[in-house]
């Protein structure tokens, strides 16, 4: 039995503890919607490396805020040469080797897949540990280091390096469950003006042969048809965002596009007409932190793809049910 003297001071030595976990939690949620912020209304220019299925990329991004809004393009610096040019309402993607040009409405992907107020911290935290994880210096700059942790198996974690003086996300490694890296990405130098060139934003890789492939948006849908298709089983916290019928280069009719997100982690569903036998995929496969799961249902291929853990897509995958005539 504690004496009561003694348990005043086993007291006094755990409860500051609890506190500032508590405080650090709070202050490591305040970081993460100052880093969405940073991202989207900074004008920076830099050089990155992005690891990935054990491929190593550099990359140079180029991205500017102004009355107009958001512009960005990427530049790949190594490798076959591509760029990826982006504004508010559309994302062009120059391939050259391809000699194709692909412009959609706008997905954006930042090297953070996410734009964060306070709600959708405090939202996260159900699914998500947030922690302080000390400093760094990343790109010669100090970094306040941040850990996010999933509560659960289906969703992969993240540690991000953080730009002290602006909040910019300097560096980020998506980790398993084991703590391994799974995609890495980080800057290696970084420039913030003032202001940036239109110049600058502008494609050099565009030319009279290329061939250009327009998906202005998606076809509508009924709720008829969505309501055929449904997913029976979703991780906590994953709800539908998006839905639409999408033409894919491998594909030559319309697919069905779901999306699930739970703020962090996205999944998307696709669906298609089997037309023939021969090329069906089934089960599990990856490349690098991607994650896909194939299935048959009523002569149709459902395909799962997303950057989580291979439970989700199979998870997600296994429920797709045609609910027709239900």
Not at 198 to 207: F, Q, R, V
Request: charged share 25%; proline share 4%.
């Amino acid at each position: 039995m504690i004496k009561p003297l003694r348990a005043v001071f086993f007291l006094s030595l755990i409860l500051p503890a609890v506190s500032w976990g508590v405080d650090s939690s709070r202050e490591a949620q305040q970081w993460l919607v100052r880093m969405s912020q940073a991202a989207q209304q900074l004008n920076y220019q830099g050089n990155f490396i992005y690891l990935h299925n054990g491929k190593l990329e550099s990359m140079r991004v180029v991205h500017k805020f102004d009355k107009e809004g958001e512009r960005e393009r990427l530049i790949s610096l190594n490798g076959v040469a591509r760029e990826i040019v982006r504004d508010n309402s559309h994302v062009t993607c120059i391939l050259p080797d391809d000699k194709s040009v692909m412009v959609d409405k706008s997905r954006p992907k930042k090297l953070f897949p996410v734009d964060l107020t306070s709600q959708d911290v405090m939202r996260l935290s159900e699914y998500y540990n947030f922690e302080l994880a000390g400093q760094d210096r990343i790109a010669s700059r100090d970094t306040q280091i941040v850990r996010v942790k999933p509560r659960d198996r289906f969703r992969f974690g993240y540690r991000l390096w953080l730009d002290t003086e602006t909040g910019l996300l300097l560096k980020s490694d998506m980790v398993d469950e084991n703590g391994k890296p799974v995609e890495q990405i980080m800057f290696t130098g970084v420039d913030f003006s003032p202001s940036i060139a239109d110049e600058l934003l502008k494609p050099e890789l565009m030319g009279r042969e290329y061939k250009w492939f327009e998906h202005e948006k998606d076809e509508a849908v009924s709720i008829e048809t969505e309501q055929n298709w449904q997913v029976a089983s979703l991780p906590a916290g994953f709800a539908m965002t998006e839905h639409g019928k999408r033409m894919l280069p491998t594909a030559n009719n319309p697919v069905d596009h779901f999306v699930y997100s739970d703020g962090l982690a996205t999944v998307s569903v696709y669906i298609e007409k089997i037309e023939a036998q021969d090329d069906l995929m089934r089960g599990l496969s990856h490349m690098g932190a991607v994650h896909v799961f194939g299935n048959v249902v009523n002569d149709f291929q459902v395909t799962v793809v997303g950057e989580v853990p291979a439970s989700t897509v199979t998870m997600i995958g296994d429920s797709v049910r045609y609910t027709q005539g239900d």
